[in-house]
């Protein structure tokens, strides 16, 4: 047989989970035929066939989540199994003479399980311990049934529902910018009375953004922690934090400083619309060099908005409201604009934060056109 393998979906994207087989085994299919259609973190992608072929195999059903690398699917034709990457089964020799000279009975209790590695990762994936698992292969050798069946188990005892899609992959950038970042939130207030009557001030917020990177670039950065190394970018490319039914999303506006408002207002309603629709290519959910956060559009005054790793910062702008202020001796209402900017504190240092907001606040407080 000959296999084909999950392949690299974009940046970061080292899974994805099967939504619909257009193919069955037996089925003779062309190349470029729509073979299987697969939800990532980022969007629904649907993979064509690399050329033509009888299907002869295909590997795993909905709601399973396969990694790169893996096989998905095997055509018929001669044997080609030692290109599989990641194959769940198979490929382990049979090993002799386990035993300890002069050991008590129970030692074997104490061995380490034997399963091949591509098992093991899986048992990582899943969070199985194998040494609590008894196999059902060979000799005792810990199958990927196994494993699976364990994570079910623990699944069916724990209850609720499985996070799939959007949502696992937020839990997952969620925890690992727990465990990575240091993070520090400061805040503060941007007074608008000089916009007038206009209250969306989302094109306003990435222009003003733009400005405040450009007197403290180390905020738009990207910081490799454990090489304690530092990429400063000379443009923009704002992540928009959009909250759905089915997660959050954080599609890109590239390049925000040197692009007008008109323009920026018609790609973001582009992002909102494919995001909506489930439609957004995957390489448009890539490469934020900053993240915007409008909480302040559903409820909200300040927040604690997370940095995800690479990321050194994120902005989050609550709700506009009138508020009483000192204004030239006297009291007045004006509309204002809380502002919360969290950063990573081992790339930048308050100062540079705190410069990095008032340029911001500084920009937004200037009339509108």
Known sequence: MKYFKLPDLGEGLQEAEIVEWHVKAGDTVKADQLLVSVETAKAIVDIPAPYDGVVSKTFGGEGDILHVGEPLLAYEGEEDAGTVVGRLEGGYAKQEDSFFVGAAPSTREHLAPRATPAVRQLAR?????????????????????????????????FGGERLRGVRRSMAINMAKSHAEVVPVTIYGDADLHRWGSARDPLIRLAKAIAHAC???PVLNSWFDGKGLSIRQHDKLDLGIAVDTPDGLFVPVLRNVGERDAADL?????RLRADVKARSIPPQEMMGATITLSNFGTLFGRYANPIVV?????IIGAGGIRDEVVAWE?????????????????????????ARFLKALVAALEEPQD
């Open 125 to 157: 994936k899943l969070g199985v311990e194998l040494a609590g698992l008894s196999g059902s292969g060979a000799d005792g050798l810990v199958t990927s049934a196994d494993v699976e069946a364990a994570a079910q188990t623990a699944r069916d005892k």
């Open 329 to 353: 001796g006297k009291p007045a209402v004006h509309a204002i604009l809380p502002l919360s900017l969290t950063f990573d504190h081992r790339a930048a240092t308050g100062g540079e934060a």
């Open 214 to 216: 450009t007197v403290e």
């Open 309 to 313: 790793p690479p990321q050194v910062a």
């Open 265 to 269: 207002k018609e790609g973001m309603a």
